[in-house]
């Protein structure tokens, strides 16, 4: 079992819709987690990070965290085009290491 | 801020050799870590290094790589005796401290591989 599991994707929505993007993970240890965006053959940024239970907002971005089902989710507002991209969800615990998911594609269609 | 340098851009070479890659973090940044990435999947941790010490490796990292950070300032990454399946992008972060968030990671461009 991979330690981060996303759905590959691609996930289509039109724009002006919300995309949802989920991400499970198997190590209870996990204390923080995180949402990196990374377009095609750029390096992955960093857009949302969360590490209590419950939502976290910023901007068009929600980050949403459940540690009892270990589910982590992002929500984008307002989708637009530049919002094409894959979004790798993340975590670390209790030391400095962070172990990332496959990513998820998502295409949003003007 | 001139954010993480990573040199080469891109490296070709045949089975066999020897291939070293450069990574110059952003200069605040402490802690310096390595991942590879191949098409479709997420970064794979590799190792990491707090100042100039390495204080963890990845169980899936042969003993053909080995990474090194002298005086906590840049690092190298080697890989010996190459083989096809090491093909891939090579991708160095260094990080900033969030506190109890955890820590941001800085992406260099990466260095791609390939080996033919």
């Known amino acids: 079992q991979k330690e981060v599991e996303q759905n590959s994707g691609p996930l289509s929505v039109p724009e002006g819709a919300i995309a949802s993007l989920n991400c499970t993970y198997s190590d209870r240890g996990s204390q923080s987690f995180f949402w990196y965006r990374q377009y095609s053959g750029k390096s992955p940024e960093l857009i949302m990070f969360i590490y209590s239970n419950g939502d976290k907002e910023d901007g068009r971005f929600t980050a949403q965290l459940n540690k009892a089902s270990q589910y982590v989710s992002l929500l984008i507002r307002d989708s637009q085009p530049s919002d094409s991209a894959t979004y790798l969800c993340a975590t670390s615990g209790g030391g400095f290491k962070t172990i990332f998911g496959a990513g998820t594609r998502l295409f949003v269609k003007a | ?116």
Request: proline share 3%; aromatic share 12%; net charge neutral.
């Open chain 2, 1 to 116: 801020d001139t954010g993480v340098s990573q040199n080469p851009r891109h490296k070709i070479t045949k089975r066999g050799q020897n291939v070293t890659f450069r990574c110059d973090p952003i200069s605040e940044h402490n802690r310096l870590y390595w991942y590879r990435q191949t098409l479709g999947q997420g970064p794979e941790f590799l190792t990491y290094f707090q100042n100039e010490a390495q204080l963890e490796k990845s169980r899936l990292l042969s003993d053909r790589f080995s990474a090194e950070r002298p005086k906590g300032s840049f690092s190298t990454l080697e890989i010996q005796r190459t083989e096809q399946g090491d093909s891939a992008m090579y991708l160095c972060a260094s990080s900033f401290d969030l506190g109890v968030s955890g820590e941001k990671l800085f992406f260099g461009s990466g260095t791609q591989l390939s080996v033919l």
